[in-house]
T-cell receptor, first 116, second 111 residues
Framework: GAVVSQHPSRVICKSGTSVKIECRSLDFQATTMFWYRQFPKQSLMLMATSNEGSKATYEQGVEKDKFLINHASLTLSTLTVTSAHPEDSSFYIC????????????FGEGSWLTVV | GENVEQHPSTLSVQEGDSAVIKCTYSDSASNYFPWYKQELGKGPQLIIDIRSNVGEKKDQRIAVTLNKTAKHFSLHITETQPEDSAVYFCAASNTGNQFYFGTGTSLTVIP
């Protein structure tokens, strides 16, 4: 199946700093990428949808200035958590879709962010 | 918008028994229904999917059924093994490529 790589898998940063998470589709061109946040024992919470070359669409309640998403190419999307605080500590997951209209999405392995 | 409900939230079965997880959806425009397995600390992995023009799909010990009229779909795992223990998520997608996830089912297979 298709492979989506996410990096880093774990990151610890100091409060007030920014951290970037990368999501790459390794064997297909991802026209759409999704970013999720997941709290322990809970479902995936969609944060934003990004299409290559255009601005991301953020879900209600997600601060676009805090969670910067860039989808600069068909194989790479990045999520930057700016001015991170301990409450931003979470499991962040990306997924990628190869096309439109009900195409399968594949998930990355997720990134554990701990803000100390 | 779409609303996906998933039951049960937790499920324990004896090794070798079958496990069934059910999901309902509200938007009749949804036409793609994938199931994902998520192991602790990892991203979800696609295990099987079904599209609205099909009523059932099988892949070895895993099967999915879809009832469009009732707007529900189910995951069936037969001959369960300890390695099947994980959290399973259903999802529904429409032509707008939006995916809506169920709340997850934590499956435990008891050896």
């Amino acid at each position: 199946g298709a492979v989506v790589s996410q990096h880093p898998s774990r990151v610890i940063c100091k409060s007030g700093t920014s951290v970037k998470i990368e999501c790459r589709s390794l064997d297909f061109q991802a026209t759409t990428m999704f970013w999720y946040r997941q709290f322990p024992k809970q479902s995936l919470m969609l944060m934003a949808t990004s299409n290559e070359g255009s601005k991301a669409t953020y879900e209600q309640g997600v601060e676009k200035d805090k969670f910067l998403i860039n989808h600069a190419s068909l194989t790479l999307s990045t999520l930057t958590v700016t001015s991170a605080h301990p409450e931003d500590s979470s499991f962040y997951i990306c997924s990628a879709s190869a096309g439109t209209a009900g195409n399968t999405i594949y998930f990355g392995e997720g990134s554990w962010l701990t803000v100390v | 918008g779409e609303n996906v409900e998933q039951h049960p939230s937790t499920l324990s079965v004896q090794e070798g028994d079958s496990a069934v997880i059910k999901c309902t959806y509200s938007d009749s425009a949804s036409n793609y229904f994938p199931w994902y397995k998520q192991e602790l600390g990892k991203g979800p992995q696609l295990i099987i999917d079904i599209r609205s023009n099909v009523g059932e799909k099988k892949d070895q010990r895993i099967a999915v059924t879809l009832n469009k009229t009732a707007k529900h779909f189910s995951l069936h795992i037969t001959e369960t093994q300890p390695e099947d223990s994980a959290v399973y998520f259903c999802a529904a997608s429409n032509t707008g490529n939006q995916f809506y996830f169920g709340t997850g089912t934590s499956l435990t297979v008891i050896p």
